[in-house]
């Protein structure tokens, strides 16, 4: 783990060699939230990516984001080598209500323990870069609502996995809520979910092109050629030109696609072309 680069692409070169403190904490995973994207284009490109901690790091490294294993597998790596107390758990995320609940592995959760504040009188804090619009920062481990921007979350002990515990999203929210357990785990939990991820047709990663990013009043979020804001100052923008598409992708997400050739920047803009007329025509 490269601590200094890591700390560079987020912006907080003055965090190397402090302890872990509470507002260091609140600090990496905002600038994370902010700076890193969560993604799934390489899948559109042809190309998907494992899952190992240094593999995703190393891409992060380079420019890009991932998805929920990509980003929390990273940040947990990260957190560890800053000399966090970080643990890795399974989760499942719903999408709607008729998805049952429970850690069903199609999420990485992370948690921080030994950072007792007033907000967290047990030390314990939610940890979460993987949920797209979702946390901004972490939240405190304890039962009860919580604010950051604009959005509304809560946390209760899950119903579906006893000791564990639920998180439910704001109803803007592009998804119901998650579960997640309370044991560690590895990141070879996650294996399989990852290949139906990336590959299988009924997976929402392979049926829709996906990035969002998180900041303090809300978070941006494009499916194939839709450009969403939600929060303080909603706004949606249909992307209908190649240019369109990836000027936005550069300009909000931070995605340049520098290290693709024009051929393969070509037949991405293609593949979401085509997706986008099949979805107008449903």
């Given at each position: 783990?490269?601590?200094?680069?890591?700390?560079?692409?987020?912006?907080?070169?003055?965090?190397?060699?402090?302890?872990?403190?509470?507002?260091?904490?609140?600090?990496?995973?905002?600038?994370?939230?902010?700076?890193?994207?969560y993604?799934?284009?390489?899948?559109?490109l042809?190309?998907?990516?494992?899952?190992?901690?240094?593999?995703?790091?190393?891409r992060?490294?380079?420019?890009?984001?991932?998805?929920?294993?990509?980003?929390?597998?990273?940040?947990?790596?990260?957190?560890?080598?800053?000399?966090?107390?970080?643990?890795?758990?399974v989760?499942?995320?719903?999408?709607?209500?008729?998805q049952?609940?429970?850690?069903?592995?199609?999420?990485?959760?992370?948690?921080?323990?030994?950072?007792?504040?007033?907000?967290?009188?047990?030390?314990?804090?939610?940890?979460?870069?993987?949920m797209?619009?979702?946390?901004?920062?972490?939240?405190?481990?304890?039962?009860g609502?919580?604010?950051?921007?604009?959005?509304?979350?809560?946390?209760?002990?899950?119903?579906?996995?006893?000791?564990?515990?639920?998180?439910?999203?704001?109803?803007?929210?592009?998804?119901?809520?998650?579960?997640?357990?309370?044991?560690?785990?590895?990141?070879?939990?996650?294996?399989?979910?990852?290949?139906?991820?990336?590959?299988?047709?009924?997976?929402?990663?392979?049926?829709?092109?996906?990035?969002?990013?998180?900041?303090?009043?809300?978070a941006?979020?494009?499916?194939?050629?839709?450009?969403?804001?939600?929060?303080?100052?909603?706004?949606?923008?249909?992307?209908?030109?190649?240019?369109?598409?990836?000027?936005?992708?550069?300009?909000?997400?931070?995605?340049?696609?520098?290290?693709?050739?024009?051929?393969e920047?070509?037949?991405?803009?293609?593949?979401?072309?085509?997706?986008?007329?099949?979805?107008?025509?449903?």
């Amino acid at each position: 783990m490269d601590d200094v680069a890591y700390l560079r692409r987020l912006g907080l070169d003055e965090l190397a060699g402090q302890a872990p403190s509470v507002p260091g904490l609140h600090a990496l995973h905002r600038a994370h939230a902010e700076r890193v994207p969560y993604e799934c284009l390489e899948i559109w490109l042809g190309q998907p990516t494992g899952i190992d901690p240094a593999e995703s790091t190393r891409r992060i490294l380079a420019g890009r984001g991932g998805y929920c294993y990509h980003l929390n597998g990273a940040f947990s790596a990260l957190l560890h080598t800053l000399g966090y107390q970080v643990t890795r758990h399974v989760g499942g995320v719903q999408g709607n209500a008729g998805q049952p609940a429970g850690a069903s592995a199609n999420h990485l959760v992370l948690t921080v323990t030994g950072l007792p504040s007033a907000d967290a009188p047990g030390g314990a804090w939610l940890v979460d870069l993987g949920m797209g619009d979702g946390l901004h920062g972490p939240l405190p481990l304890e039962a009860g609502e919580h604010r950051q921007g604009p959005f509304v979350y809560r946390l209760r002990p899950s119903e579906a996995e006893p000791g564990g515990w639920r998180f439910d999203h704001d109803p803007r929210g592009s998804f119901l809520g998650m579960d997640f357990r309370a044991e560690p785990t590895g990141m070879s939990a996650f294996a399989g979910q990852h290949e139906h991820l990336s590959t299988s047709p009924e997976s929402g990663f392979v049926r829709v092109a996906t990035a969002a990013r998180r900041d303090a009043t809300g978070a941006d979020i494009v499916r194939n050629l839709v450009l969403t804001r939600v929060g303080d100052e909603p706004a949606r923008t249909e992307l209908t030109s190649r240019d369109d598409y990836f000027t936005a992708l550069a300009d909000v997400f931070g995605i340049t696609f520098a290290e693709f050739t024009a051929a393969e920047r070509d037949n991405l803009w293609t593949r979401l072309a085509t997706a986008h007329e099949q979805w107008l025509a449903s």
